[in-house]
């Protein structure tokens, strides 16, 4: 399997995305701030769970790399606070954005948690 297959992977993305689209209406200003912390953020908590995928053999990189991404995962809900507070964001996409983010949280750690179903060994 690829790790785009993932579920984790595919809420994660869509999240990211969903943030990019709603992060162009935010002000200029906050171009080199908010705007992009919060891009940063969501996109990690991607690339984070590629890499421990990746990194499935050997158990403890897995689970390292599977934090950074629920690291990453809740610093994107601060950055949405954020955006909500500034009334950049609606609280009904803020909510929402928060219900999806929260998902992906458990996702993680669902793999986290049962790493032998992600094909880690416990060597």
């Not at 809740?74 to 803020?94: G, P, R």
């Not at 928060?98 to 750690?109: A, F």
Request: hydrophobic share 35%; aromatic share 12%.
């Amino acid at each position: 399997m690829d790790f785009k297959e993932l579920l984790a992977y595919r809420k994660a993305f869509e999240l990211a995305m969903k943030i990019f689209l709603i992060s162009k209406q935010f002000p200029k200003e906050e171009q080199y701030s908010l705007t992009d912390q919060i891009r940063r953020a969501s996109r990690s908590v991607c690339a984070c769970i590629a890499e421990s995928y990746r990194k499935r053999t050997y158990p403890a990189h897995f689970k390292s790399k599977l934090s950074d991404a629920d690291m990453e995962n809740s610093e994107t809900s601060v950055w949405l606070d954020f955006a909500n507070a500034c009334e950049y964001i609606n609280k009904e996409t803020h909510l929402e954005l928060l219900q999806k983010s929260k998902e992906v949280g458990k996702l993680i750690n669902y793999m986290m948690l049962n790493p032998s179903k992600f094909g880690v060994s416990s060597k």
